[in-house]
């Protein structure tokens, strides 16, 4: 329960597009010193120069693909913007049409501190979540996308929690 009330407390930064937008309050209820960051079409080429501007100091969480992909390049230059920061980023349910999904399973692997929340996987078999486009969320679905992106965070942070303590016991 502590690492929880820690992980609400941390300075998340999210940045998106409509599909986080409408999860935006969400977000902030779940992240008390989260920032939110989200509009209508944005795409990641938008994000990186965001994301650029500001000051990271936790974890940041990444909705971008849902208008398309970007170059790895600029994906590349996120992760460097974001520093050794945990970096969440969020698969699309509309991959069939912009195909990024596998882009991104991929492009995790290739940072440490970069992780997948499997949006498209968690949200499949939930269609009352979203309106009729299949991608904008209703109430229901912008409550379980703040949760699993929240439970998300939590679990990297559990794991680096355990991981601290094994390396203290080992010393």
């Known amino acids: 329960e502590q690492i929880k009330e820690t992980v609400s407390k941390l300075p998340v930064v999210c940045i998106g597009d409509s599909v986080m937008l409408g999860a935006a309050n969400n977000l902030r209820s779940q992240f008390e010193n989260g920032y939110v960051d989200a509009e209508v079409s944005r795409s990641g080429w938008v994000m990186a120069e965001i994301i650029k501007s500001l000051t990271i100091q936790g974890p ?5 693909g849902t208008n398309g992909d970007v170059p790895e390049s600029v994906k590349d230059n996120i992760m460097s913007y974001c520093g050794e920061n945990d970096v969440f980023w969020v ?4 991959d069939k049409d912009v195909h990024v999904n596998d882009k991104l399973r ?6 440490d501190n970069a992780h997948l ?5 968690y949200s499949s078999g939930h269609s009352d979540w979203f309106y009729s486009d299949d991608i904008l969320l209703q109430p229901a679905g912008r409550k ?3 949760e699993l992106i929240f439970n998300s965070i939590y679990q990297v942070k559990y ?3 355990e991981k601290m303590k094994e390396d ?3 010393k």
């Open 117 to 121: 929340i499997d949006w498209q996987q």
């Open 168 to 170: 203290a016991i080992n």
């Open 106 to 111: 991929e492009f995790v692997k290739k940072y």
């Open 144 to 146: 379980a996308y703040a």
């Open 60 to 64: 940041v969480v990444i909705h971008a």
């Open 159 to 161: 794991q680096q929690l």
């Open 91 to 94: 698969t699309v349910t509309n």
